[in-house]
Structures are given as structure tokens and as C-alpha cells.
């Protein structure tokens, strides 16, 4: 039998649009106010969203209960199985000293916090953003902050920062082909248009972040460093997004802009030498930053040896996320399991879609081309390089997933949370609620954006559930709608950092746990600022910049 989603059970979208909300709502109050452990919040927010779907929304129990399991399957797989594998490899390094060698290393490009701020948790993210996505550069970067001794919510709350402008284009575009393949864009037309949002906030992220971790004085000590950091990433993420297409935009910005900033460095160092490891202003985690050390100075041998681990990792994380080699390993092992009394009997229905459309629950075990197995591997080969014996290596995998256990129940949790506000209509709601805003839409339906990636924690599934709504809403208003396809990921992109998996990521990979709803408060008004920024700037391309909607051929 199949069951229809119903976008206004109670006759009043007031009503109906607060009750679609209230599971999100008690999970944020959960986490951010009443300071409740990450999956006990994570718990009640599913409880209340269960009550929602099935009471007010009428969705079947069975129905209901199958949505939040095919979701929690989604957070073992692929993102709980990165978050444990990249934390397996920082475990493995840190044991054998390897780690301390390469926090050397980086203390030795620059002493100065925030120039490795912009170094790590900008530049080697937007990397590892543009190679995996999926949690696994706030993973990196975070690990590595902690590591040199930044403070844990500095480490967690300005990697989440960091990660923001890349993401559109992250796990070698994945999210703009999703948003083109699904729902009918062009592909080239639409990331062109991404590619003319996102620069500019390319360049002003670097800035808001040393202003977030050092006040405006501080920012502007290094805003020459800063500038080349942040126009050396705009730039070629502009050329590559408009002239060649999206996979490979925030690799070739990153590499780019890491070697820009290395070579600036050569020639310009700031007047003074921010060693402070915490967050200016009030800082509750400030008690654990590490006091700087002075620099040691290590052999050619040794800094091949601790930096051979982090090599390896980025050449796997590249490979594995080549099209082509996912297509190969899923060829060898990729069982598909519909799932049984889920997969096509709920059905999405007019104005969400032009003709009622059937939603599919498949879930694909791609084991061998998750991402998180290329992590796995390169930490297992990273361990022989290190001659860590077979016994240590497996014992160090189970002693990190009993370290990380409590996160990976809040990953399947918060997954499970917003896959059943997907297929119970609950999220398209809130949506409507946003397209329901006339001449003001182009800011509202940014937002629409940047709410879908805090609900799901992904940019690629924002863009699956509102990219169909944005089209129409826009061809409704007669705006283009390629604009408002690519608003849709360039807002998503600020929801990347508060969204509660990516939040789970960052405590787990700073050790800080039992502190989301610290992070959380944190990054909140970083996220709503530049994400209404975004929706500003969308809404001049709409009604002042018009030339900027012409298509490049």
C-alpha cells in the first residue's frame, strides 16, 4: 500500500511548519541548552520525530520505524565508518611519535597560530573536503589542531568554520552532480553559477576565521597572508567551476592556495607572533590547550617518516574518489537491499514535484568503495611503513572504536533523524514554508539550502531533497533556475558547520566529548551570519547583477 506525504496535515501551515520543526528543536535545545550528551539528544530528537511523523503527519508506523533504521544504516555507512578510520590512523600516529614530529614541522613553517590556522584547518581541509567530503576533513583538521596544541573548542569550532566554502564542490563534486543528475540541471550551467557565489565567500572565510579565533586586531596583523590564502582559493575555484567542470574545483584551489601561502611566507612574516593556543573572549576548553613549545628542530629522515602516514592518506582518499575506481570496486562488491516496506510506497506529491514521484529506499553495502575503507587502508599501510606488528595494529583498531563508540550511536541516531524527516514530509514543510516568500525568495530560498545540510549533514542531500522545489518555486517566480539550484548548495554550505553529525565529528576527533552543545553554541551565529550573507548576495544576483546569470560557453 502506498502512503502519501501530506506538506499541511493540519489545515494551517503556521501550525503544521512548528510541529515539521520541533524534532529539530528539541534536539538543538537538547545539545546547545540543557547540555544533554550528543546521542541521548540525538535519541529524543528521533523519539519526537517519530510522534510527528506518525501523529500529525499520519505516516504509518511500520512505515516510520523502517525510515529511521534505512537512516541509521546511512550513518554506519559511509560516514561512522570514515570517523573511525581516520581516528584509527591519528591513534596510530600519535602512539609511535610520529605526530608529535609533523606538529614540529608545521610549528616550523610558521610559530604563528593563525597562519597555521589558515594553513591546516582552511587549506589542507578544503583538500580533504575536495577529495572525500563526508565528515572527513573537519575529521583531519581537527585531529591535528588538538594535536598542536590548540585549544579543543578552537580546534572543533574553527575547523567546522573552515569548512565551509569548499563544500559545494566536495568529494569531487559530488553534490552539484547529484543536484544536476536528480533533478534535471545543467550540470555545467548550474556549477558555473556555484563558481559565481562561492569565491566570494572563498575569500571573506579566511578572514571570518582569524577574526573568530583572534578578534579584528589580530586579523589584522596577517591580513596580507590572509588575502593571499584566500584569493589564491578564489580564483581558481571561480576559473575551474566555470571553464572545466566540478570535480576536481576544490583540489586544484587547495593545492594552489597551500603553495601561495607557503611561498608568501618566504618572503613577508608578521610584525608579532600569535602564540596564544585558545579562543580570544571566553573560552571554556581554554584550561586544555597545550602551552606552546619551542620548535624542535628533527632530521630530513624523521619528517619524511611522520608526514609518510598523511601522504598515503590523501593518495588513497584521491583514489577512492575517482569515479572510475568506485565504479570498478562496486563492480566487485556492492550488494543493493531494498528495503522491505520502505522502498517505493511513499510517495511525494504535487507542488513539492510536478507529478506524483514514488521514493526510493535502497541500501547499497559499497564496503569496498566507502571512503572510509580507502582511510582504512592507508592506516593499516601507514602502520607497516611505521613497523607496528599485526597484534598492535589490530588492538589499536578495537581500543579506537571503543574510544569513538558513543559517537558512531550518535552518527546512526542524528542519520536515522533525518532520513524519517525525509520520508515522512516533514522536511518539505519547512521547505514550503521558505518558497511561500514572494520577491524575498532568493534570501529564503538560500536559507531553504542551509537548512537541509543542518537537518542532514550533507550538501549532496540538501540538494536531493529541495533542488526539485527550487526549480519550480523559481520558474513560479520567474527567477532562473540555475541561480536558485546553485543557492541551494551555496547556503547548505554554512549549515555544514552546525549540522550535529559534522559537530559529533569534531568533539570525537578533538577527544572533547560530551561537549557538542559547547561547539554548537560556538559555531551557531557564524553559521545563520554567513549563511544570511549568502542569501544577500544571491538576492543581488537576482534583482542587481543580472550579467552574473549569463551562461559561460
Avoid at 11 to 19: D, E, R
Avoid at 388 to 400: G, H, L, M, Q, S
Wanted: glycine share 10%; charged share 10%.
Amino acid at each position: 500500500m502506498v502512503w502519501q506525504q501530506i506538506y499541511d496535515p493540519l489545515g494551517n501551515m503556521v501550525i503544521s511548519t512548528a510541529l515539521a520543526a520541533l524534532p529539530v528543536v528539541v534536539m538543538l535545545a537538547a545539545l546547545g541548552f540543557f547540555h544533554i550528551k550528543a546521542h541521548i539528544a540525538a535519541g529524543m530528537g528521533l523519539i519526537t520525530a517519530l510522534l510527528v511523523a506518525v501523529f500529525v503527519y499520519g505516516m504509518p508506523g511500520d512505515m516510520a520505524g523502517r525510515a529511521a533504521l534505512f537512516g541509521g544504516f546511512t550513518g554506519l555507512l559511509p560516514i561512522g565508518w570514515i570517523v573511525l578510520n581516520i581516528i584509527f590512523l591519528h591513534q596510530l600516529t600519535e602512539q609511535n611519535g610520529s605526530f608529535a614530529v609533523l606538529q614540529d614541522s608545521l610549528s616550523g613553517i610558521t610559530e604563528d597560530r593563525r597562519i597555521q590556522l589558515l594553513l591546516i584547518a582552511f587549506c589542507f581541509g578544503a583538500f580533504f573536503e575536495g577529495a572525500a567530503g563526508f565528515g572527513t576533513p573537519v575529521a583531519v583538521t581537527a585531529a591535528i589542531l588538538i594535536g598542536l596544541g590548540f585549544s579543543p573548542l578552537a580546534a572543533s569550532g574553527l575547523s567546522l568554520i573552515a569548512n565551509t566554502a569548499p563544500v559545494a564542490f566536495g568529494a569531487l563534486g559530488t553534490p552539484v552532480i547529484t543536484l544536476a543528475k536528480v533533478h534535471g540541471y545543467d550540470l555545467m550551467e548550474v556549477t558555473a553559477m556555484i563558481g559565481r557565489q562561492l569565491p566570494f565567500f572563498s575569500l571573506l572565510v579566511p578572514f571570518w576565521l582569524i577574526w573568530a579565533f583572534a578578534g579584528r586586531k589580530g586579523m589584522m596583523e596577517i591580513w596580507p597572508a590572509i588575502l593571499v590564502t584566500g584569493v589564491s582559493f578564489a580564483i581558481p575555484q571561480f576559473l575551474v567551476s566555470n571553464f572545466i567542470g566540478p570535480e576536481l574545483v576544490d583540489i586544484i584551489a587547495a593545492i594552489v592556495s597551500m603553495v601561495c601561502l607557503v611561498a608568501f611566507l618566504r618572503v613577508w612574516k608578521p610584525k608579532t607572533v600569535w602564540t596564544s593556543p585558545s579562543l580570544r573572549g571566553h573560552d571554556p576548553s581554554a584550561a586544555e590547550a597545550k602551552p606552546p613549545q619551542p620548535v624542535k628542530r628533527h632530521s630530513t629522515q624523521a619528517l619524511v617518516a611522520a608526514w609518510t602516514p598523511w601522504v598515503i592518506l590523501s593518495v588513497f582518499v584521491f583514489i577512492w574518489g575517482l569515479p572510475s575506481v568506485k565504479a570498478w570496486l562496486n563492480g566487485i562488491f556492492a550488494p543493493a537491499f531494498p528495503m522491505a516496506g520502505l522502498h517505493n510506497l511513499i510517495e511525494k506529491v504535487p507542488p513539492v514535484v510536478p507529478a506524483p514521484h514514488k521514493e526510493a529506499a535502497v541500501y547499497t553495502l559499497n564496503l569496498l568503495s566507502a571512503t572510509g575503507t580507502g582511510i582504512l587502508l592507508s592506516a593499516v599501510v601507514s602502520a607497516l611503513v611505521m613497523k607496528y606488528n599485526p597484534v598492535a595494529i589490530v588492538t589499536t583498531f578495537f581500543r579506537t572504536f571503543w574510544l569513538v563508540r558513543y559517537s558512531l550511536l550518535t552518527i546512526v541516531l542524528m542519520l536515522a533523524l533525518g532520513t524519517l524527516t525525509r520520508y515522512s514530509g516533514t522536511d518539505t514543510t519547512l521547505g514550503l514554508a521558505f518558497a511561500n516568500t514572494g520577491v524575498l525568495y532568493p534570501f529564503f530560498g538560500t536559507l531553504m539550502g542551509w537548512i537541509g545540510v543542518a537537518l542532514t549533514g550533507s550538501d549532496t542531500a540538501s540538494n536531493v531533497l529541495f533542488g526539485g522545489m527550487q526549480k519550480v518555486a523559481a520558474e513560479q517566480l520567474g527567477l532562473s533556475a540555475n541561480l536558485m539550484g546553485a543557492a541551494n548548495s551555496s547556503g547548505g554550505v554554512m549549515g555544514k558547520m552546525i549540522d550535529a553529525q559534522s559537530i559529533v565529528v569534531a568533539s570525537t576527533a578533538t577527544r572533547w566529548f560530551d561537549h557538542e552543545g559547547d561547539i554548537l553554541r560556538y559555531v551557531f551565529f557564524h553559521s545563520i551570519a554567513l549563511a544570511c550573507l549568502v542569501g544577500l548576495y544571491v538576492t543581488m544576483q537576482a534583482y542587481v547583477w543580472p550579467f552574473s546569470l549569463m551562461v559561460v560557453h
